[in-house]
């Protein structure tokens, strides 16, 4: 079992920057890879940003590359989003993920996410 809490979000006019963190009960040692996902009322959950665990590696959904930077702190079990730029359609409920299964990215545990919004 591993759990997730989300804290960081908040409200931010168009331009700001706001960091999310993601502190996990278990960590890389567990973990294939953690995400952000985002969900928009009235849209379907969107994968953000990707990291594989062992080895750091990165990948961004196209619209946010250039403006969002997910990093993780092994020492602390915790998970960044650094959100920069941000826009009002950046305005979403942010949810950490983790998946174990080497392989695959497909998440088993989820936080409870944080709100971000994004006035104009």
């Known amino acids: 079992q591993v759990q997730l809490v989300e804290s960081g979000g908040g409200s931010v006019q168009s331009g700001g920057s706001l960091r999310l963190s993601c502190t996990a009960s278990?960590?890389?040692?567990?973990?294939?890879?953690m995400g952000w996902f985002r969900q928009a009322p009235g849209k379907e959950r969107e994968r953000v940003a990707t990291?594989?665990?062992?080895?750091?590696?990165?990948v961004y959904a196209d619209s946010v590359k250039g403006r969002f930077t997910i990093s993780q702190d092994n020492a602390k079990n915790t998970l960044y989003l650094q959100m920069t730029s941000l826009k009002p359609e950046d305005t979403a409920m942010y949810y950490c993920?983790?998946?174990?299964?080497?392989?695959?990215?497909?998440?088993?545990?989820w936080g409870q996410g944080t709100q971000v919004t994004v006035s104009s």
């Open positions: 993920a983790a998946a174990l299964t080497p392989g695959s990215c497909n998440p088993k545990y």
């Open positions: 990291i594989y665990t062992g080895g750091g590696r990165t």
């Open positions: 278990e960590y890389t040692y567990r973990t294939y890879c």
